[in-house]
């Protein structure tokens, strides 16, 4: 048995050779393929392989755990059996062969006759466990089958491989609970920041944990992944490592061969899970396709038949299962998705929710099931927590127009006047929104006037004669805005260096959607410091509603300079209750990398310019003057720094590396404010016309900031582009997250 651990592995690629693969199966990584098919098919949670993290042939033994033994004891056990094997490579490395066991003997003979005492101690470092996965690997073929039409079907769709369907076997074993120690969940383990472009994320709900949902988000994700490399096997390596570093890994070797970058590959974060990602991937198809010959005869679970049906409005849990006559059980089953505040009644089921009821009922009975509903059980907003703490800049107009209930309803519940002044801090209780029955009936055009939505029958005016309460009257000496200028009606904001639109919003009072209507801006990157904003009639009111009880809007502040704490990995499980909440082989980088935008200051002080940029942030970035970066990079006093240029930056007042982290923030700040609000839905082919630039094209495609358009085509320079170029462009839609 021992000898077989140290014998070469070989695999049979016969299969795969029929037809045309778009996974390749390299010689070089036979060897890797065929341990992992020994991990997933014969050693289980119980036991784990001692082995060499970088020659996958050389195990050193398995180790057997009693099934009782705690966490605690495996650990001990298999740190004990690491330390006898380093001891064991220090005698080779001091030339001690003698009196050796047959088994010492076969792992001094895997190193082959060459080795060095240099080989042996640097063996020592790379001395690794991995956990056994057939049990697990065994229930997850047995909970696929419940999936795997659906999940085909989506594939096939998006156009993506049909054999990506195995992939949730590395990843989750096909547990849709899965959640892992670094914040991945769900059938796909998609972390947080990079399930958030494709999937609604939340408090309420998370789409990772839907298949369905999860599914399309894979698919999507994937062909991202496949335009940026080009290749179906780094596609597969960047679902863990993240495209920006194999597009890193392609540029230093110059290949895209997946077995040369597996193998020679040394960039920061390609640790072993990256690197084994693939062959990992390799073994699990090879087990899914032949799970009778690893397994024997498996009895799968049924298919599960669902239909999905899309909410109108927010409605409580209960009263859906009521009125559609669904057991609450079958629901929570078939929308796992919906969090644990839906199923205690803190939350209802949000508007624009798909549903999905057991079976395939015609559409008559769910028409039925909308008819049992009464409309006192529909409500216009989400429900609140019940008590709000105003901040800075929030009115009780506002609170009330956000909560779905009316200013009155507000002020009553709370024992107030209209004329009750606010200051920040205060605690205001939140009454439960106003139902379809209450907004249809009582005052529908005071919740018109309040941003409520009215049922889509009512004409509802706007209200004359608000009270000050609501932010909407002017007011002599209104506190000014920091940035903004002019007199009530005619109010304009200045832009300054590092503004952003979503933050000028905030503190002007209004919403982008305004300011760009107002300003006849397409994208939210199409300002620059020194612009003038016209606020628009929202930002006025608000502006001189300030005066009135109304806390102060926070002023603007500097984005901060930021360190990057280094992250550990997380420990190898060695037991079932470990591996059963965590992927086999952890994200390399946990908090997520679907931006390949390379950040980083060159050697001599340079940054290339990225999108939404601009010569203000860089002055901002770095603590110093826009002028003194003009006169470095000798740019006249109107001139624009330029997509995709080298600028000069100078560092007397930071370090390169706090200027990179700041710099990092800023994007990254920008990319979770726009993922807050909006969702990738697919992609598009785009070919370029005479006089396009990435503006053109980003302005010609609402809620598209060309960012996006520049992540998604990182090797075209739309400084030069030429008509007929084929670029692709997201397909994004709004999301909703009340």
């Keep these: 048995m021992l000898g077989l651990l140290l014998a070469p592995l070989l695999y049979n690629f016969a299969a795969a050779a029929e037809t045309p693969d778009p996974f390749v199966h390299p010689p070089q990584l036979e060897r890797d393929v065929r341990f992992w098919i020994r991990v997933y098919t014969e050693v289980t949670t119980d036991q784990g392989l001692l082995h060499d993290d970088w020659n996958l042939g050389l195990v050193y033994e398995v180790l057997r755990f009693d099934p009782a033994a705690s966490p605690a004891q495996r650990e001990r056990r298999v740190a004990e059996a690491?330390?006898?094997?380093?001891?064991?490579?220090?005698?080779?490395?001091?030339?001690?062969?003698?009196?050796?066991?047959?088994?010492?003997?076969?792992?001094?003979?895997?190193?082959?006759?060459?080795?060095?005492?240099?080989?042996?101690?640097?063996?020592?470092?790379?001395?690794?466990?991995?956990?056994?996965?057939?049990?697990?690997?065994?229930?997850?073929?047995?909970?696929?089958?419940?999936?795997?039409?659906?999940?085909?079907?989506?594939?096939?769709?998006?156009?993506?491989?049909?054999?990506?369907a195995a992939l949730p076997h590395v990843e989750s074993s096909f547990n849709l609970a899965a959640y892992s120690k670094v914040g991945a969940a769900g059938l796909w383990q998609f972390m947080p920041s990079t399930a958030k472009r494709f999937m609604r994320v939340d408090g309420v709900?998370?789409?990772?944990?839907?298949?369905?949902?999860?599914?399309?988000?894979?698919?999507?994700?994937?062909?991202?992944?496949?335009?940026?490399?080009?290749?179906?096997?780094?596609?597969?390596?960047?679902?863990?490592?993240?495209?920006?570093?194999?597009?890193?890994?392609?540029?230093?070797?110059?290949?895209?061969?997946?077995?040369?970058?597996?193998?020679?590959?040394?960039?920061?974060?390609?640790?072993?899970?990256?690197?084994?990602?693939?062959?990992?991937?390799?073994?699990?198809?090879?087990?899914?396709?032949?799970?009778?010959?690893?397994?024997?005869?498996?009895?799968?679970?049924?298919?599960?038949?669902?239909?999905?049906?899309?909410?109108?409005?927010?409605?409580?849990?209960?009263?859906?299962?009521?009125?559609?006559?669904?057991?609450?059980?079958?629901?929570?089953?078939?929308?796992?998705?919906?969090?644990?505040?839906?199923?205690?009644?803190?939350?209802?089921?949000?508007?624009?929710?798909?549903?999905?009821?057991?079976?395939?009922?015609?559409?008559?009975?769910?028409?039925?099931?909308?008819?049992?509903?009464?409309?006192?059980?529909?409500?216009?907003?989400?429900?609140?927590?019940?008590?709000h703490r105003l901040r800075r800049g929030e009115t009780l107009a506002g609170v009330a127009a956000a909560s779905g209930v009316s200013l009155s309803r507000l002020l009553a519940a709370n024992g107030w006047s209209s004329t009750r002044a606010v200051t920040r801090g205060d605690t205001v209780r939140i009454p439960m929104p106003a139902s379809r029955a209450e907004a249809s009936g009582s005052a529908p055009a005071e919740a018109a006037a309040l941003g409520v939505a009215a049922p889509p029958t009512a004409e509802a005016p706007s209200v004359p004669g608000t009270p000050s309460a609501l932010g909407a009257i002017t007011a002599p000496g209104a506190p000014s805005i920091p940035g903004a200028t002019g007199t009530p009606g005619e109010h304009e904001y200045v832009v300054r260096p590092g503004d952003v639109l979503s933050a000028i919003a905030r503190r002007t009072g209004t919403s982008e959607t305004v300011l760009k209507e107002a300003n006849g801006l397409k994208a939210a990157e199409f300002i620059y410091p020194g612009q003038r904003l016209k606020l628009g009639a929202a930002a006025t009111a608000a502006a001189a509603a300030a005066a009135t009880g109304v806390v102060p809007p926070e002023p603007p502040a500097t984005l901060p300079v930021l360190t990057v704490a280094a992250q550990r990995p997380p420990k190898e499980p060695v037991s079932v209750r470990q591996a059963e909440s965590t992927a086999l082989l952890p994200a390399a980088a946990p908090t997520g990398n679907s931006d390949t935008t390379d950040y980083g200051v060159g050697a001599d002080n340079t940054v290339i310019v990225q999108a939404a940029e601009t010569l203000g942030h860089y002055a901002d970035w770095s603590g110093v003057s826009s002028q003194a970066l003009r006169s470095v990079n000798k740019l006249h006093k109107n001139a624009m720094v330029t997509l995709g240029h080298k600028v000069k930056l100078q560092f007397s007042r930071v370090t390169p590396a706090q200027f990179e982290a700041t710099r990092r923030e800023y994007h990254q700040h920008l990319q979770e404010e726009f993922f807050a609000g909006h969702r990738i839905a697919g992609t598009e082919n785009y070919a370029v016309k005479r006089g396009d630039s990435l503006w053109v094209i980003a302005q010609q495609h609402a809620d598209l900031p060309v960012w996006l358009v520049a992540q998604y085509n990182p090797d075209v320079d739309f400084n030069d582009v030429r008509p007929g170029t084929a670029i692709t462009l997201p397909r994004v839609v709004p999301i909703n997250r009340q």
Aim: net charge positive; charged share 25%; proline share 8%.
């Design 82 to 164: 690491k330390a006898r094997y380093a001891s064991l490579l220090k005698r080779f490395a001091a030339g001690s062969v003698d009196d050796l066991t047959p088994h010492e003997r076969r792992i001094l003979h895997a190193f082959g006759e060459r080795a060095t005492p240099a080989d042996f101690r640097d063996a020592i470092e790379r001395i690794r466990f991995q956990l056994g996965q057939a049990d697990r690997f065994h229930e997850g073929l047995i909970r696929a089958a419940v999936w795997e039409k659906q999940i085909a079907r989506t594939l096939t769709q998006h156009g993506v491989p049909a054999e990506i």
């Design 205 to 387: 709900v998370d789409e990772r944990l839907d298949p369905y949902s999860a599914t399309e988000a894979a698919a999507n994700l994937m062909l991202y992944n496949y335009r940026l490399l080009g290749t179906w096997p780094l596609a597969v390596t960047a679902y863990n490592h993240g495209p920006g570093g194999l597009r890193r890994a392609q540029d230093e070797l110059g290949t895209s061969d997946i077995a040369v970058i597996v193998k020679r590959y040394q960039g920061k974060t390609f640790g072993f899970a990256s690197r084994n990602f693939y062959v990992a991937f390799l073994a699990a198809l090879e087990v899914d396709r032949n799970a009778e010959k690893f397994f024997g005869p498996l009895t799968r679970l049924p298919d599960t038949d669902s239909t999905p049906t899309e909410l109108p409005d927010y409605v409580p849990i209960d009263a859906l299962a009521k009125a559609f006559k669904v057991d609450m059980g079958a629901l929570r089953v078939l929308n796992p998705a919906l969090r644990p505040p839906i199923w205690n009644g803190a939350r209802f089921v949000p508007r624009g929710y798909a549903l999905r009821l057991p079976g395939t009922p015609p559409p008559a009975e769910i028409t039925a099931g909308w008819a049992r509903l009464p409309p006192t059980q529909r409500y216009v907003a989400q429900r609140n927590d019940g008590a």
